[in-house]
């Protein structure tokens, strides 16, 4: 069973950025691809980026696209996510998951959560 651990959250001003970290512990050909979801207060769990570990092919959500880069680091077992422009609209809890392909992790579908790690945009 993977174990998650999620750091790298914080406050930061409107313009700013935050590198979101996620180390990964027992992974199986169940976590091929890791990932970001995260969630705002009254809303629903929103896909953020996405990563494989072979290969390291991503797929990102439009709203990101530009502004968010992820990416891993195989001998460290650490998935990144490298948040710049950010938004007041970013803020949320972020979750890192893992999945055995990214459609899955797409259609926020993953079997393996971390704790999740706030991120509050000020304006």
Known sequence: QIQLVESGGGLVQTGGSLRLSCAA?????????????????????????????VGGTTRYADFVKGRFTISRDNARNTVYLQMNKLKPE??????????????????????????????????
């Open 90 to 123: 970013d803020t949320a809890v972020y979750y890192c998951n893992a999945a055995p392909n990214l459609l899955t992790l797409i259609n926020k579908n993953a079997n393996s959560w971390g704790q999740g790690t706030q991120v509050t945009v000020s304006s």
């Open 25 to 53: 512990s027992g992974r199986t050909i169940s976590s091929n691809a890791m990932g970001w979801v995260r969630q705002a207060p009254g809303k629903e769990r929103e896909f953020v980026a996405a990563i494989t570990w």
